[in-house]
């Protein structure tokens, strides 16, 4: 080896070391042209799908190369965005469930935006996967413990990057959270919360034709999520959506990243509020009335990391009650929660023992992203949130380079549900939380949002 | 048997049973004497103590007969009490830590208040019974499952009545919304929760003069609690105040009458506060900053009911945080948190999706007896609880009934400790909750603060 060649290695080592990417998505080749555009395919373009895709075509770096779904409504809708864009109009394929396998055929598609049912997700990202495309996948990446084990083995085969597309990591007051985290000001984290405390008794029951409300069915004579959302509650006891919560605290005590979960329990509550909610607007004997529904009220979970923390997810998706994720952040110096806006820092705070208004404090760490790109989010889904995330997935697939919430984050966040169930269906017995990164925790290094770029 | 007994017998049977006493304390005869007053002995008039002995000087229908203590200074400050009180020097008994023996052979004495370290509450509780006194034991009554055995066997045994001075039962808010409960505003309960966060570093040490802060000494060089009370975190880990979370929120759901906790599991974050604090203020050459702490900074407890309820306790003292007791009471119909002073109800509340400020509920639902005798109460501790708890206890002193919490309250509510603590110790394992009533939870009745009376 000449000594120039040797060098180059070690230069490039380095920088790689210095970025901590101790394991590299090897099915891309690295790329420094941030100019390119980023060539998408969206596999499932309902409501969440439709969503994304406005986000996308809003963007001059973003070319939207195909779209496909399986209903007519949906593409119907989706091709109003697309004309109203100005865009040129993409490849549009609607040939039942497997016709995204046509979509992955086109080898001018960098990457795919997946916002299909949960249950096609795994299969969904392990066919792009194979097929070279980036990944980015709605919550959640898997329904099963086996499932997230085959996401993982099928980016590591391939070295293609996923990233599940976990919005409320990149929430103004999370974004400000972790940055102070990051700067000490809690001190040593011992204890997080989070959650999905969300009335979603709209979201799961419809007429038939409108997204939200009106009427008391699901499954085949429902629209949009309701139509394979609520078998989820019939079906399964379980935190069933443990992303929203999780991600961003997660992030904020380097999970996969020096720190890992080892251990969960879950206990749930008694199921009453669904069957209320359709004896209420239905009767009770509309033929739902006579759903038994297994997913508890309220679910909580407790989880242990390798580091000592404690965390704590709940999800409560059944009840009427004003919409709450439930973050709290505690550290050796001081706690952030949201459910009350209060920040308390030891010797910072104005007065001891009581919260600051914790506005005072997201507004002077508000989060270098933020700063750089607050006005072009606003407008975007939840609080802008959404804009950050297409963003920061976008520029992986333009740079060729990974992105910043990975495959490990993915399975992570996502198994949390099956290992609920689990728990629950033991009686409440503490499991085991599998390493997906098989030892790799402990040297990789938490890279996520460490500047203004993405 | 005349029918004249037979009539007399099903009368009282009934009204006993409309009373819904499915158990009887046997040890006292019944009395409708309002009018007499209770005679009291104090045993241990430490700080929390001589808090009690003041309520009861200031009331005209208690008499102090008695008071011991095994410290000069806190006989001198209860003495002084006494004296500017007006009323009669009582008893006055130093004489070691058995010395409340003496106290218990005075047959003119009804009832004791007992306010002593927690080790000392179990075998002081079943001495006094056996004496044929009333017991009012501060927070909580044995620290091992068997010592709470042993205080339901003295009970049951001896028929004294036994109360846990659970002052929180009473605080204003906490009664508003039990009022709300049994009023069916909140539906269906489904889920509580409750807790003990309150940074009590500057309680746990001192120095040896003051009792709260000042210096990081415990055990013989501290003064007050920090003499006694920071051993257990040196050597428990586990929810260690478990009471003053569970019993509000116990009693909205019915426990030991018509419910019961069936299991509990819990998980303990790592342990930095306390060694933290030892270190910012004594240095880190402090002999103490050589203390290993058992205690994790934050114990999160989840129970289960017979009825189909969760729970979750949240015990958090070694940190720098606002205090809290994380109320939150859930149900079909809405929820209330009081983090945030928030209550929200379906169909009643303001808008849809939105908290209501707490407090015009808590208003408009003011328990009957804050009403009549919030004015009495007002200027008594912790914001007037202390002084319906101790009303409570005189009242059924005076009338010879039944406690409003009694035995089987006092030992469930503090059984959680040790059985947080195997949970804990087994690594997270969920474990059994004993049913101290042996089936008697299946027919009692809720009559705990009914009405206006006490």
């Known amino acids: 080896m000449s000594s120039t060649t040797s060098r180059r290695g070690f230069v490039k080592s380095a920088a790689l070391a210095g970025l901590g990417l101790s394991i590299l998505p090897s099915g891309i080749v690295f790329s420094k042209n941030k100019d390119r555009k980023a060539r998408l395919g969206f596999i499932g373009v309902g409501l969440r799908g439709q969503h994304h895709l406005q986000l996308a075509l809003q963007r001059d770096d973003v070319e939207v190369l195909a779209i496909c779904d399986v209903q007519q409504r949906m593409i119907d809708m989706s091709k109003d965005l697309i004309k109203k864009s100005g865009k040129r109009m993409p490849l549009v394929i609607m040939e039942g469930p497997y016709g995204y396998r046509r979509l992955l055929e086109n080898k001018d598609i960098d990457a795919v935006i997946i916002s299909t049912p949960w249950k096609w997700h795994a299969e969904m990202c392990i066919d792009s996967m194979n097929a070279k495309k980036y990944v980015g996948c709605e919550v959640m990446v898997g329904t099963t413990v086996e499932e997230c084990w085959q996401v993982v083995h099928a980016a590591e085969r391939t070295g293609m990057p996923l990233m599940m597309l976990e919005n409320v990591c990149y929430r103004r007051d999370v974004m400000?959270?972790?940055?102070?985290?990051?700067?000490?000001?809690?001190?040593?984290?011992?204890?997080?919360?989070?959650?999905?405390q969300h009335d979603l008794r709209e979201v799961k029951f419809n007429d038939g034709k409108q997204p939200y409300g009106g009427g008391v069915e699901f499954g085949e004579g429902a629209f949009s999520e309701a139509q394979w959302r609520t078998q989820h509650s019939v079906h399964r006891d379980g935190d069933l959506y443990p992303t929203h919560g999780i991600g961003p605290v997660a992030m904020m005590i380097d999970i996969n990243r020096g720190n890992r979960f080892t251990e969960l329990v879950s206990y749930s509550s008694k199921a009453r509020g669904l069957h209320d909610f359709i004896v209420k607007r239905g009767g009770e004997n509309h033929p739902n009335a006579k759903v038994k529904f297994k997913l508890g009220d309220v679910v909580t979970t407790m989880l242990k990391c390798a580091n000592g923390e404690t965390a704590l997810l709940q999800h409560d998706t059944n009840l009427p009650r004003p919409y709450s994720l439930g973050f709290r952040v505690q550290g050796t110096e001081g706690l952030w929660m949201d459910i009350n806006n209060g920040i308390y820092l030891e010797g910072k705070s104005k007065k001891p023992h009581e919260w600051d208004n914790a506005q005072e404090w997201l507004d002077k760490y508000d989060h270098p992203l933020w700063k750089k790109y607050g006005?072009?989010?606003?407008?975007?889904?939840?609080?802008?949130?959404?804009?950050?995330?297409?963003?920061?997935?976008?520029?992986?697939?333009?740079?060729?380079?990974p992105t910043p919430q990975d495959v490990y984050d993915a399975v992570t966040w996502s198994v949390i549900t099956p290992l609920s169930e689990s728990s629950i269906h033991l009686g409440g017995e503490t499991v085991e939380f599998p390493d997906f990164t098989q030892g790799k925790w402990m040297h990789r290094k938490n890279e996520f949002a460490l500047n203004d770029d993405y």
Not at 176 to 196: D, K, T
Request: glycine fraction near 14%.
């Open 176 to 196: 400000a959270v972790l940055n102070m985290v990051r700067q000490n000001l809690f001190g040593e984290i011992v204890h997080v919360q989070g959650g999905y």
């Open 375 to 401: 006005n072009d989010a606003s407008g975007a889904g939840h609080g802008g949130m959404d804009w950050f995330v297409m963003h920061a997935f976008v520029e992986a697939v333009k740079r060729k380079i």
